[in-house]
């Protein structure tokens, strides 16, 4: 079955560091990629999202390509803030739309 | 757009009593919205996925007498925790497929924190 697997957490980075949290993915067929962010006590808001191969996912600094030769969609940030830190999750929908398959949450602590 | 809403955001009550919590799309209509509950420092587990006007789809290993979901309209959902005992305690979020609008993407309310005591 569809599956997503993430680095482990917590990373803990310096305000302005380079920012890289991993994420591979198995799935059958086409599936859509997203990020989502969960910061403390909410619920999950989209980051960015892939739909197909090659494709690459940007918003607030943060990015993410679509690669399927590697079946991953790390997501990276050139230049990190304190108000970045809060968990991020890596997901995926199977090519038939439907439930979201999440992996296990990157806990992400920028220190001043 | 693409707002969800979750009511209550935080509920204590008693053991062996019930809560409902609400998941309502605020500007669009959700054939489909989807219950997770989240332990602290854990992922999401899907515990299920409502279709409006028909029954919810369960999880695997998730008690369908104890977590009742009706999907009575596109707007709204409900989850009703009955017969609470503490290890209900947990974060439930719910999250809707708004369909053609964002193909396969779902859009999360805030969260309820339900805790019992």
């Known amino acids: 079955g569809n599956s997503v697997t993430q680095m482990e957490g917590p990373v803990t980075l310096s305000e302005e560091a380079f920012l890289t949290i991993n994420c591979t993915y198995t799935?059958?067929?086409?599936?859509?990629l997203f990020w989502y962010v969960q910061y403390p006590g909410e619920g999950l808001q989209l980051l960015l999202k892939?739909?197909?191969?090659?494709d690459k996912g940007s918003n607030k600094g943060f990015e993410a390509t679509y690669r399927k030769e590697t079946t991953s969609f790390h997501l990276e940030k050139g230049s990190v803030q304190v108000s970045d830190s809060a968990v991020y999750f890596c997901?995926?929908?199977?090519?038939?739309?439907?439930?979201?398959?999440f992996g296990q949450g990157t806990e992400l602590s920028v220190k001043p | 757009g693409a707002v969800v809403s979750q009511h209550p955001s935080r509920v204590i009550c008693k053991s062996g009593t019930s809560v409902k919590i609400e998941c309502r799309s605020l500007?669009?209509?959700?054939?489909?919205m989807f219950w997770y509950r989240q332990f602290p420092k854990k992922s999401l587990m899907l515990m299920a996925t409502?279709?409006?006007?028909?029954?919810?789809?369960?999880e695997q290993g998730v008690e369908k007498d104890k977590f009742l979901i009706n999907h009575a309209s596109l707007t709204l959902s409900t989850l009703t925790v009955t017969s609470a005992h503490p290890e209900d305690s947990s974060f439930y979020i719910c999250?809707?497929?708004?369909?053609?609008?964002?193909?396969?993407?779902?859009?999360f309310g805030p969260g309820t924190r339900l805790t019992v005591l």
């Open positions: 409502s279709n409006e006007g028909s029954k919810a789809t369960y």
């Open positions: 799935a059958t067929g086409y599936p859509s």
């Open positions: 500007d669009f209509q959700a054939t489909t």
């Open positions: 892939a739909t197909k191969a090659d």
């Open positions: 999250s809707a497929d708004p369909g053609s609008i964002s193909y396969n993407e779902q859009f």
């Open positions: 997901a995926l929908a199977g090519n038939q739309g439907g439930k979201l398959i």
